[in-house]
C-alpha cells in the first residue's frame, strides 16, 4: 500500500525565515499530488497541486512545491514566512487506478513567531 | 472550497448511540469522499461515492460504518452503536469527477464534524 511521510511534526521559525517542509510518498508510478492547509479554526484548503508538466508548482500566498520523481518528493517551500502561516500542513498523493482516494501524511505544524 | 458543508460541525454521542454526519457537496460537484482524522494522526481515507452508488468503501470498517449518497439530498455517514475508539473529526470532500485522461482530480473540503463519543 502507498504511504506518505512528513519528516517534520512540528516546525516553529520566526517570522521572513524561509520554510521548506518534506514530503516523500512511495507509490511508484503516476501520481498526483497535493499540498492542503489547515488554518487554526478552518477547513483544509488547497494550497498547490501537480499533475503533469513543470515540476515546480507555484501555489497561493507565496507557497511553491517542488515534484522530484527520482527522489519520490514533492517538498513545499516559501522563502519568507509570515506569522499568518501559522498552521497545519498536508501533504497528499493520489496515485494508481483506484479513483479518488487521496492518501495523506500526518501533518506538519507551523508555528511562526512575529 | 467553503461551498462543501458539513454539520452539525460537533457531535456528542455516548457508547451505543447512534451518529448521523452530513454533507452537502460544492454545487456542481457530483464526486463525495469521506475522511476520518484520529488524534495526532493525518487524514485517512474512508469512502468515496457517486450518486447513488459507492465506488469504492476500502477506508471503511467493517461494521458499524455506512455511507450514502442519495440521488437527491446530502450524502450521510452512519455509524451505529458508537464507541469511544470512533471519536475523531470527519471530513468530507467534493470534487467534480475525474476529467478524461485523468485519475482524479481535485477535491475540496469541509469544515468537518467533530465527532465525541462519552
Known amino acids: 500500500a502507498q504511504s506518505v511521510s512528513q519528516h517534520n511534526h512540528h516546525v516553529i521559525l520566526s517570522e521572513a525565515a524561509s520554510l521548506e517542509l518534506g514530503c516523500n510518498y512511495s507509490?511508484?508510478?503516476?501520481?498526483?499530488l497535493f499540498w492542503y492547509v489547515q488554518y487554526p479554526g478552518q477547513h483544509l484548503q488547497l494550497l498547490l497541486k501537480?499533475?503533469?508538466?513543470?515540476?515546480l508548482v507555484k501555489g497561493i500566498k507565496g507557497f511553491e512545491a517542488e515534484f522530484i520523481k527520482s527522489k519520490f518528493s514533492f517538498n513545499l517551500r516559501k522563502p519568507s514566512v509570515q506569522w499568518s502561516d501559522t498552521a497545519e500542513y498536508f501533504c497528499?498523493?493520489?496515485?494508481?487506478?483506484?479513483?479518488?482516494?487521496?492518501?495523506f501524511g500526518q501533518g506538519t505544524i507551523l508555528t511562526v513567531h512575529p | 472550497n467553503a461551498g462543501v458543508m458539513q454539520n452539525p460541525r460537533h457531535l456528542v454521542r455516548r457508547r451505543g448511540q447512534e451518529a448521523r454526519l452530513r454533507c452537502s457537496p460544492m454545487k456542481g460537484h457530483s464526486h463525495v469522499y469521506w475522511y476520518r482524522q484520529l488524534p495526532e494522526e493525518g487524514l485517512k481515507f474512508m469512502v468515496y461515492l457517486q450518486k447513488e452508488n459507492i465506488i469504492d468503501e476500502s477506508g471503511m470498517p467493517k461494521e458499524r460504518f455506512s455511507a450514502e449518497f442519495p440521488k437527491e439530498g446530502p450524502s450521510i455517514l452512519r455509524i451505529q452503536q458508537v464507541v469511544r475508539g470512533d471519536s475523531a473529526a470527519y471530513f468530507c470532500a467534493s470534487s467534480p469527477g475525474p476529467r478524461v485522461g485523468r485519475y482524479t482530480d481535485t477535491q475540496y473540503f469541509g469544515p468537518g464534524t467533530r465527532l465525541t463519543v462519552l
Open positions: 497528499a498523493v493520489f496515485g494508481g487506478t483506484s479513483y479518488g482516494k487521496l492518501t
Open positions: 501537480y499533475f503533469s508538466g513543470d515540476p
Open positions: 507509490y511508484g508510478g503516476t501520481v498526483n
